[in-house]
């Protein structure tokens, strides 16, 4: 038999976590069919000498809703080696949706997940109205990678009760439709149903995001509508806005999830933030507690901290103040002089000190950016490489006896490209680590997608093989690809994918160990109409299979776009 592709003489670390072998891994119609010594022809042989081959990654946290309209790749996620992901999360999606609040939806993931409206409106065909229909039009999108998506809260509350949503609780006649509606997305191949607490999540009228408005007693039926058919996750954006919220949040999804039998998933996260914060243990000890209680839960963690970015070319911290506003809107050769003018940059160190203090409410990276207080100079990095060890900006003000602000200016005008970051949450690498190796977290959670111009998580894969595998040696290889792969494949049961193993699909990354991890962030204007948004690459990286097909060599595309869509088990049994 002759094969498509032959992948040959790589080091196959199999996802299982079972220790690496050497072996060629023979593809036919977009399944592994073969593995050991091939001897069979192939159309296609890719030399994996001294490379590892895995797995392709599989991250489940995303928000490419949107994003997958114009977007072939799957980037920046491709670029980490991800195959795989899910969207939807937090109650945001862009279906169901009527034709006239189409967008009210765009201006809604602008407010939350800073995805550019004029990106939205420029490059989105929006063909469709129902869930299912929006899926099928996933399903025809060239696409580069697998996408999976859920049914979102917020955008089901809009689009049954329209702006009532936003204030009123539902009637009995909202909440009939809004279950058909979620069995609906189930049987044609939601992954779930997905929804927010959370406190950082608003609309543009800095109201509470529709989600928020809902009483449990709305939740516990529409997770009961996915219990009816045993098939679905509830995912949900967590209120983390302090210790006691936190603890009631937890308490009642507790309940839903002991009641529905159904799989419920929520970032777990250490914060110093908000009104008296949990410690970060709090959330594991919690999760073991449920699954004695009968739940079947999931933490979704970080690899890393989750970081506000700052740069000239994006946001600064003090773009509201009003000199700095002024300055700010002009071009960038301009913004440039004028911040390097003595008389100018006096008014700039002075605006400061008259910034908003910080308090106890918790900000995510959108008010961290587009409602910033006073920075904290202990918390701000001058980012200068990606192992996690930059120094602070009150480190280097008092090395050159400098206001800190004037550090971050003589900084911005010697790279353009300097990027600032502020951890919002997860800022201990000894906390993200216990929250990795607890065995009810998964490693997923990038946001990719979400906070273009805000945040950049994307990477979080080749962080975990770069930072915590080669640098700190926390993890074996095997046990960190296993994280990525087969872990998240099981709890998204996707059931033919996350391993390299005869029969299953052929989504896999080549990587070089000793080199693999994430380049420097930057700010590119890349998007539909032009817009901005933070672009990472990564290093290391040889080669990603989709499906059977090669679609990133070097980092760069191939123009193949093997992606498919991948319909959950709801759609499986129908
Ligand atoms: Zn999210």
Known sequence: MALDLVIRQGTIVDGSGAARYRGDVGVKDGRIVEIGRIRASAQRTVDADGLIVAPGFIDGHTHMDAQVSWDRIGSCSCWHGVTSVIMGNCGFALAPCKPEAREWFARCLTAVEDIPTEAMLAGIDWTWESFPEYLATVDHLPKAINYGAYIGHSALRMYVMGKRALSEKASEDDLARMVAAVQEAIRAGAMGFSSSRATTHVTPDDTPVASRIADWSEVDRLVGAMAELNAGIFQVGPDISGGEAQREFLARLKQVAVESGRPVMFGTLSSRQGKSPNPWTYQLDYLDECAAAGARMWGQATTRSINALFTLKSYLPFDVLPTWRQVRSLPLPEQKRRLADPATRRQLVAEEARMKPRGDVFQGGGAATTDPRKPDYDNLFAMQGVDWNDPSVAQLAAQRGEHPVEVMLDLVLANEDQVFVQPLVNEQPDH????????????????????????????????????????????????????LTFDNASAWELNDRGLVRTGYRADLVLFDEARVKPAMPTVETDLPGGARRLVQKAEGIAAVVVNGQVTLEQGEPTGAVPGELLRGPGARAA
Not at 458 to 479: D, I, P
């Open 432 to 483: 993200v680590l216990g929250m990795l190796k607890h065995p009810r977290t998964l490693a997923t959670f990038s946001d990719s997608g979400a906070h273009v111009c805000q945040e950049m998580g994307s990477s979080l894969q080749t962080h975990l093989l770069s930072y915590w595998v080669r640098g700190k040696q926390a993890f074996t290889l095997e046990a960190a690809v296993r994280k």
